[in-house]
């Protein structure tokens, strides 16, 4: 397995351990998740923010951490990336987030007739809002379907391409069907 995998590996199960486990969640008054609701903790939809960019699914593994999972295959860049989100308080239209991804990104080019790739791990981190639209379109959460959006600001770092590595501030959007 090339060093690149094992890192990615390495660093999912650390965020996945120290995230998911169950005594960090701490019990929020006032805002209910969809758990919460009755309905799923599970979601998909899409999601833009580099380096996590392409179809995503989302699991809120208890009040304070969502777990979400991004694949992307557009265009040169192909991803999968994971990311945690940590709720700082859940109100009822709206969440504050914080946010920390890491993933693989495989950059496919053809330069003077030459076909290459090269295999990268990318990792970041940010803060963010979620809002839910049936809660802000129909206060008492009515007919309106489950749906998410969320904005982020984040900085972002890739390091192993053979020719570059780069770092940048970085913004992101997603949306989400909760189900």
């Not at 919460?36 to 208890?62: K, T």
């Not at 803060?127 to 900085?155: H, K, N, Q």
């Amino acid at each position: 397995m090339k060093r690149p995998t094992l890192v990615l590996i390495a660093m999912l199960a650390l965020i996945a351990s120290l995230g998911l486990a169950p005594e960090a969640a701490l019990a929020q008054d006032g805002a209910q998740t969809g758990q919460q609701e009755g309905g799923s903790p599970f979601g998909i939809g899409v999601q833009s923010s580099w380096p996590a960019y392409g179809l995503s699914g989302i699991y809120d593994a208890n009040e304070r951490m969502t777990a979400q999972l991004v694949l992307g295959a557009l265009g040169t860049v192909t991803t999968i990336s994971g990311r945690l989100l940590y709720h700082f308080k859940r109100l009822e239209k709206y969440n504050w987030y914080g946010f920390g991804t890491v993933g693989m990104w495989r950059h496919s080019f053809r330069l003077a007739g030459i076909d290459d790739s090269e295999t990268a791990v990318a990792f970041g981190g940010g803060a963010g809002i979620e809002l839910d639209w049936r809660r802000i379109i129909e206060s008492d959460g009515g007919e309106f379907p489950p749906l998410y959006s969320t904005i982020d600001i984040g900085l972002t770092a890739t390091t192993g391409f053979d020719h570059y590595s780069w770092s940048a501030l970085t913004w992101g959007i997603g949306l989400h069907y909760r189900f």
